[in-house]
């Protein structure tokens, strides 16, 4: 078993030493052909490495392949597909691994496809990653021309909204219909794609779980924690000096991942962590916190897509939250009730309140229906959205009743911090 | 066999029957759209929820076993 200098350095695992992407030469060079090994030898490595998805669930890996070749077993095919479709807005991550190093994915993509009996192989991006589609067809051309294998990796370019790539959303659009989420169950591991058995994985877990067949489940856990072994791949963002993706052991701390995205510009006052459907937490609760699950659990937090974004006192948490709560409300599927009706309804609350145009008793309003639609729609966004907006009120309570009294603050009219982008108003 | 009471959030579109047929168990938000609690039915309540399940015009409410969660069951094996 040979180890790459760049791949047996600690914390750097699945982004190459140079930001230069890697084409198959390259890859090969560096971490040589991908091995074969049998479905149960594969899984029992996934099992002991305590790898967990990382696009947001934090659900064991290997539970997951498992659940899918035991119902594949029953009818003979399943489908695997891995998500790329990175609609979280100030996430990064995902793409950057597809640019740089897109045939570790495409190796875990592999592994997958034989662990669970796949025939059908999917990877699934979204219109705006036009550069990602374009890297991604290019890597399956290069396996091809060289390659033995007779496994065809299908692209599919999904549409760019926030819940396009939940699992169920994925699997409909992948079935041909629109990318709208489903009642569960049944899960996709149950019928998914055309009602076969299915496996939904996000890229990041699939480079890992390439690089675990290659050096084994010891090598994977020899850095991070019991609970969060290996590193992750984050997106580092906000009041940063040099914002950007990097890759940390699961046991480094926010405030040295900080450090190594250049610092703060000015004095950190909180950290959004986990995406927009994850939590604000004061800086000083998190800053010596590693970004271990249950390190973060005990602050109230998860690392959810990997997004760590650091706002300083200069930033108007009212008007940020305010701003994704519109955005979040845009973006609901339209088929439930308490989603469709109430995020709306919430989010125009929410911004009368942070422009001085309601009564008190509308605070009181906001945090009864936050409770009230939790759990109440065929996916989670109704519970993310609420629980980025719970963190808000708890983290920004001071400011919310000033801009309540005031309509504004001394810092609502700065630029932006968090990212709105510019979204499809279709599901195909 | 234990149940609970489900809703199909996308098929529900608040007619509101079922919170008028099985107000023990549903409220109805401030939209109009169904609360339904979790618990499971105790055999007390048994025959308002399944006259909720068989007169909601969009056949959005169902029984599910507690201990296996997805199982569909008819109103009428709830026994």
């Keep these: 078993m040979s180890v790459s200098t760049d791949v047996g350095s600690t914390s750097q ?55 899918v070749r035991e119902h594949t077993g029953r009818g003979g095919d399943a489908v695997v597909v891995a998500n790329a479709a990175e609609c979280e807005p100030a996430s990064f991550k995902d793409r950057f691994l597809l640019t740089y ?68 959303a994925l699997v409909s659009r992948v079935s041909g219909h629109l990318a709208k989420p489903k009642v569960v169950p049944p899960r996709p591991f149950q019928s998914g794609v055309d009602h076969l058995p299915t496996l939904v994985q996000n890229v990041e877990t699939l480079a890992h779980a390439a690089l675990i067949a290659r050096f084994g489940a010891p090598w994977f856990r020899s850095v991070g924690t019991e609970r969060s072994p290996g590193t992750a791949l984050l997106t580092v963002s906000g009041a940063v000096r040099t914002p950007g993706v990097l ?24 950290v959004l962590l986990g995406g927009y459907f994850g939590r604000w937490v004061a800086a000083d609760r998190i800053w010596n916190k590693t970004i271990d699950a249950l390190s973060l659990q005990s602050v109230g937090a998860s690392l959810g897509t990997g997004v760590l974004l650091v706002a300083t006192a200069t930033t108007c948490g009212i008007s940020e939250t305010d701003r994704v709560l519109t955005f979040l409300a845009s973006q609901t599927a339209g088929q439930c009730g308490p989603c469709h009706v109430g995020l709306p309804a919430i989010a125009e ?30 996916c989670r966004h109704p519970d993310g959205a609420m629980l980025f907006l719970a963190s808000a009120m708890e983290v920004f309570a001071a400011d919310l009743r000033h801009h309540l009294k005031n309509g504004s603050c ?16 279709g599901w195909w | 066999m234990r149940v609970r009471l489900r809703v199909d959030p ?45 007169d909601c015009p969009r056949a959005a409410l169902w029984v599910e076993p507690v201990d296996e969660p997805g199982a569909r069951v008819r109103p009428d094996d709830s026994d």
Aim: aromatic content about 6%; proline content about 6%.
């Design chain 1, 13 to 67: 695992r699945l982004l190459p030493a140079r930001a230069v992407p890697e084409d198959l030469d390259a890859h090969l060079a560096g971490f040589g052909p991908r091995p074969h090994l049998e479905a149960v030898a594969m899984l029992d490595a996934l099992d002991a490495s305590g790898l967990r998805g990382r696009g947001g669930a934090d659900f064991p890996t290997g539970v997951k392949w498992r659940a």
């Design chain 1, 101 to 168: 190093r897109p045939h570790l994915v495409l190796d875990g993509l592999e592994h997958a496809a034989e662990a669970v009996g796949a025939r059908r192989v999917v990877i699934y991006t979204t219109k705006s990653h036009t550069d990602v589609e374009a890297a991604l067809r290019a890597a399956i051309r290069e396996r091809r021309r060289r390659d033995d294998s007779d496994r065809f990796i299908d692209v599919l370019v999904g549409p760019n909204r926030y819940v396009a790539g939940e699992e169920t």
């Design chain 1, 247 to 270: 890759e940390a052991a699961c046991d480094t701390t926010v405030g040295d991942i900080v450090d190594r995205a250049g610092g703060v510009d000015g004095e950190p006052a909180t």
């Design chain 1, 349 to 378: 609350t929410f911004h009368k309140v942070a422009t001085g145009r309601a009564r008190p008793a509308a605070i009181d309003l906001l945090v009864r229906w936050s409770h009230d639609i939790r759990g109440r729609g065929a």
């Design chain 1, 410 to 425: 001394r810092y609502s009219g700065q630029r932006p911090l968090l990212p709105i982008p510019a979204t499809d108003a």
């Design chain 2, 10 to 54: 996308i098929k529900c579109k608040a007619h509101g029957m079922c919170g008028e047929l099985f107000p023990e168990r549903i409220r109805m938000d401030d939209w109009g759209y169904p609360v339904v609690d979790q618990r499971a039915l105790s055999d007390d309540v048994l025959e308002h929820a399944r006259r909720a399940i068989v």
